[in-house]
């Protein structure tokens, strides 16, 4: 049955070697999608993203692979001289090795470091931007750190607490770098993690909503520079094809056998009208500019009200109260059931004794002061 | 023609009605103009005549309360007319309210926005309660929102002036999520704790962005209460014990807050606390929640054109639910549309509260 190739799908996925009646045997046993041996595409030079997924990804294109022509590979030795297209990648535990140590050590699933003897899996190689790898591990530390510890000035009470947690952010990091207390360190994190999931959602969506306006900004300003550019160059253009008219008109108007000095004169007229008119166009080119530059502006500026410090009253009607001294306690039989220290109904709910009478007193003088008389000067006797 | 009417029809004549933008059983809003400026206006024209009782209170105490109140938070009354049989209250136009930016998923609140939204509800209220009224029904749905994102606190209907000592103050006030327990328990006198207690959930609310305490029933809310606070000591609250209404509902020990608000700060939390104190005297009054640490320290409150805004188009604000049920028995010609009316508002069950008049 298994030689019968019509049902060989029975059987699910046979190995190559027993399958080679199919015409679809021609599979290659290397997993797809990992780079091995065979399907490997030719390597690039140096600094050019090769087969691995980890090339330096950074769309501006300030930043690029670190390589030098003294590279050598500290695993197999070979260096530029023996393989010209030499890359040298870094590991999780920040040792170099080249892409062929790699392929050779890791194709076949996690293996131990051949420096250290940490386990490493192909996938975890990254390309070196730096040429000191300290510097390197303290560009990865700081970047995982800031994913995380994003709060902001505006996250805290007051100066001390943002000082403490900076303070506590920058311990953390040099606690990482240095390997000093590395799973202590890591209980920090997830500590802080798990205290502030929201605040750091809400900081990572303000953060990105800060950095599209910024990149906005940035393709607003391109664009108005090359458009500035592009006026540039057909002004000149203009001004060029004009001069050239010109002078044909000159050489037109002596060919035609006309009178030189006026075909001169006429020409001085012609010139000094078009630097007239350049003049003008410039003012005008210099207006336009500057509404663009403004219009520009005009987006960052948005947002400049200031947050104001908190003020506790918008108005100015006072209740009186300067006005009077409340007695600590009047003779009043209306609201006796209501005194405190009965601790009856009547306070349990919130209700306060003192306040109908500093109602009563407030209501009464209220209005002194307001009339021309100058009654605010007037002692008031509040006693019963 | 005598003066009150010449005077009457004069300030109908200075408002115009435009397109009409919600309407309850009692009341019906219209979107209006100020003639003279074009100013945009909300005109709450009050169903009389219906009634067999005349006037509707919660129209009396708006107007009352509000021709006194004259504040930046707080809405302000700016006319008052009477057409034919109705009464017509000329308010500023708001376009949103706080429960609309609290439920719009698109906006993430900082720290300083919640700030902000706390420090201008405290101002209205202390204004408020420096000049003796109680509003009694403070909740996300009565903040509403000006254009320029300043807060301001509407909806007079059940408000009323406190410090009487001689007249007993009904318990059955202020939507039930944001209710504070005395009330529950049947407290019939009270002061300005009843509205920090409010102020204290919508506080809490604005941190979560869900209604803090949220019971279904009267019962399940004191539960829903005790079971977010801690059930209510000798200590914390003494003499409780002895309100009308009291029930024991057993002890229940208080968890730590920082669990449930993770991302507030210290000074927010202690305000938070002192806002849902259980003993009304001891919890904070609205003045000395505005000078509270929370409010002074860093950040700064937003500013208030920067605050998040209503992102959807104005539409039209359903009355409060207690405003569309009406009283039952007070209405009975008008039974077919009134019915229609609160089954397509019906759908904010929880929310609703028994509101009993008092004529006293």
């Given amino acids: 049955m298994a030689t019968n190739p019509k049902l060989a799908w029975l059987k699910g996925p046979t190995r190559p070697s027993t399958s080679s009646a199919r015409p679809s045997s021609s599979r290659s046993v290397s997993k797809p999608g990992t780079p091995g041996p065979g399907n490997r595409p030719a390597n690039g030079k140096p600094g050019t993203p090769s087969a691995y997924h980890n090339a330096i990804n950074d769309p501006s294109g300030r930043m690029r692979e670190y390589s030098n022509k003294d590279d050598k590979c500290p695993v197999c030795t070979t260096d530029r001289y023996l393989n010209p297209k030499l890359r040298l990648l870094v590991s999780p535990c920040y040792h170099k090795m080249c892409e062929s140590c790699i392929d050779r050590l890791f194709t076949l699933g996690p293996a ?11 996938s975890g190689f990254v390309a070196q931007t730096f040429e000191d790898l300290d510097v390197e591990k303290e560009v990865s530390v700081r970047r995982r750190i800031a994913r995380e510890f994003n709060k902001k000035v505006e996250d805290f009470p007051d100066r001390k607490s943002y000082d403490d947690y900076l303070e506590e952010v920058e311990d953390i990091t040099f606690n990482l770098i240095n390997g000093v207390d590395l799973p202590q360190t890591e209980a920090r994190i997830a500590a802080f993690r798990a205290a502030n999931a929201a605040l750091i959602e809400a900081n990572i969506q303000r953060d990105s909503v800060a950095a599209a306006e910024q990149a906005a900004a940035e393709e607003e300003d391109k664009r108005f520079r090359a458009e500035q550019a592009r006026m540039a160059a057909r002004e000149e253009e203009d001004e060029r094809t004009e001069r050239e008219r010109e002078r044909r008109a000159v050489i037109e108007g002596l060919e035609r056998g006309e009178d030189a000095e006026g075909v001169l004169r006429r020409t001085r007229a012609e010139a000094e009208r078009r630097t007239r008119r350049a003049q003008e166009l410039a003012a005008q080119q210099q207006l336009a500019r500057a509404s663009a530059l403004t219009a520009f502006a005009r987006p960052a500026k948005k947002d400049v009200i200031p947050d104001e410090p908190h003020i506790a009253y918008l108005d100015d009607l006072l209740s009186g109260a300067e006005r009077y001294m409340l007695k600590p306690s009047y003779d009043d039989p209306v609201s006796d059931a209501a005194r405190p220290e009965l601790k009856s109904r009547w306070t349990i709910g919130g209700y306060r004794q003192a306040e109908s009478w500093q109602r009563a007193v407030s209501c009464a003088v209220m209005g002194l002061g307001l009339g021309t008389v100058e009654d605010s000067a007037m002692e008031v006797d509040v006693g019963a | 023609m005598d003066v009150a009417e010449r005077e009457n029809l004069e300030a109908m004549r200075r408002w115009t009605k435009e397109a009409k933008i919600g309407e309850g059983t009692f009341a019906v809003v219209y979107r209006g103009r100020q003639v003279s400026t074009g100013r945009p206006v909300a005109i709450k024209k009050i169903k009389v005549g219906q009634f067999k009782d005349g006037l509707d209170m919660t129209a009396i105490r708006e107007v009352k309360f509000l021709q006194e109140l004259k504040h930046p938070n707080v809405i302000e009354l700016l006319d008052v007319y009477s057409n034919k049989s109705n009464l017509n209250l000329v308010l500023e136009f708001l376009d949103s309210d706080l429960e609309m930016i609290i439920k719009d998923r698109n906006h993430v609140f900082k720290p300083a926005d919640i700030k902000s939204w706390m420090a201008m509800t405290c101002r209205g209220l202390e204004f408020c309660h420096r ?29 009323r002036d406190f410090t009487d000592p001689g007249s007993k103050m009904t318990c059955q006030v202020i939507t039930r999520w944001y209710r504070p327990p005395e009330l529950f328990f049947g407290a019939r006198a009270y002061g300005t704790g009843v509205d920090m207690w409010s ?23 004191l539960k829903v209460i005790f079971r977010a606070l801690g059930s209510p000591t000798e200590e914390t609250w003494p003499g409780h014990t002895k309100l009308p209404d009291y029930v024991d509902l057993g002890r229940v020990p208080k968890p730590p807050m920082q669990d449930l608000f993770t991302a507030a700060s210290q000074p927010a939390l202690d305000l938070l606390q002192k806002f849902l104190l259980y003993d009304p005297l001891k919890r904070i009054s609205a003045k000395d929640a505005l000078h509270h640490k929370y409010l002074t320290s860093l950040p700064h409150p937003t500013h208030p054109s920067k605050l998040p805004k209503s992102g959807q188009p104005m ?15 007070a209405v009975t010609g008008q039974g077919a549309t009134k019915k229609r009316k609160s089954s397509t508002m019906g759908e904010d069950g929880p929310r609703k509260v028994a509101r009993k008049l008092e004529f006293n």
Wanted: hydrophobic share 40%; net charge neutral.
């Fill in chain 2, 131 to 159: 000049n003796w009224i109680l509003h009694r029904d403070l909740k996300p749905n009565n903040l509403l929102l000006a254009a320029n994102g300043e807060l301001k606190i509407a909806d007079f209907g059940l408000a």
């Fill in chain 2, 315 to 329: 539409k039209a604000r359903p009355l409060p639910p207690d405003e569309l049920d009406g009283k039952g028995a």
């Fill in chain 2, 199 to 221: 102020v204290g959930c919508i506080f809490a609310e604005l941190m979560l962005r869900v209604p803090y305490m949220a019971g279904e029933t009267d019962l399940e809310q």
């Fill in chain 1, 112 to 122: 131990p470091c051949p420096i250290c003897g940490k386990i490493l899996r192909k």
